[in-house]
Antibody, heavy 117, light 113 residues
Framework: QVQLQESGPGLVKASETLSLTCTVSGGSISSYYWSWIRQPPGKGLEWIGYAYYPGGTNYSPSLKSRVTISIDTSKNQFSLKLTSVTAADTAVYYC???????????WGQGTLVTVSS | DIVMTQSPDSLAVSLGERATINCKSSQSVLYSSNNKNYLAWYQQKPGQPPKLLIYWASTRESGVPDRFSGSGSGTDFTLTISSLQAEDVAVYYCQQYYTHPYTFGQGTELEIK
């Protein structure tokens, strides 16, 4: 059974880069697509984008200029980088498995990232 | 972007009664080539990630109780809980995967009356 776990700093300063990693266990990251989704406190869900091996990506237009999602097959991990963060980027960040034109399942437990001024 | 609009925003239902949540998309999510609706439903309990309940608008995920059902086609969809249990208290989201960017409804908070 595939499991996902997010890791990374819980606090990032405004204007800096948010970096998170999702470790995939129980399956190969070379299959499927791998997404990041975020949820501001008390609010709804926003898809950030996905990556797939070997090197394909698709990003939400609203974040595309600031986002990079990449895959490391040697570690069975994928990562999120979001540049020039502001308070509006404060959210719980989830990683999830998806596919081309597909739902999200399973999800990681999520990690709260707070942007401080 | 496809806008997903859920109704109501919140809902209170008595234990054992039926709960119905609606989801409307701003354009059709029915793919004519395979006659599938690219719509999923999720359940999110406090402090937990969303859990997949339904995909292809009406296919129940393995392990999901059969009191949960999905229906609808094109732009109008419904999630029904036939007999509400205490453990069903949660926020429910619909999501379209017909086109990028994938988008979610704003969520419907379900509580016990």
């Amino acid at each position: 059974q595939v499991q996902l776990q997010e890791s990374g700093p819980g606090l990032v300063k405004a204007s800096e880069t948010l970096s998170l990693t999702c470790t995939v266990s129980g399956g190969s990251i070379s299959s499927y697509y791998w997404s990041w989704i975020r949820q501001p406190p008390g609010k709804g869900l926003e898809w950030i984008g996905y990556a797939y091996y070997p090197g394909g990506t698709n990003y939400s237009p609203s974040l595309k200029s600031r986002v990079t999602i990449s895959i490391d097959t040697s570690k069975n991990q994928f990562s999120l980088k979001l540049t020039s963060v502001t308070a509006a980027d404060t959210a719980v960040y989830y990683c999830a498995r998806t596919g081309p034109m597909n739902w999200f399942d399973p999800w990681g437990q999520g990690t709260l990232v707070t942007v401080s001024s | 972007d496809i806008v997903m609009t859920q109704s109501p925003d919140s809902l209170a239902v008595s234990l054992g009664e039926r709960a119905t949540i609606n989801c409307k998309s701003s354009q059709s999510v029915l793919y004519s080539s395979n006659n599938k609706n690219y719509l999923a439903w999720y359940q999110q309990k406090p402090g937990q990630p969303p859990k997949l309940l339904i995909y292809w608008a009406s296919t129940r995920e393995s392990g999901v109780p059969d009191r949960f059902s999905g229906s609808g086609s094109g732009t109008d969809f419904t999630l029904t809980i036939s007999s509400l249990q205490a453990e069903d208290v949660a926020v429910y989201y619909c999501q379209q995967y017909y086109t990028h960017p994938y988008t979610f409804g704003q969520g419907t908070e379900l509580e016990i009356k």
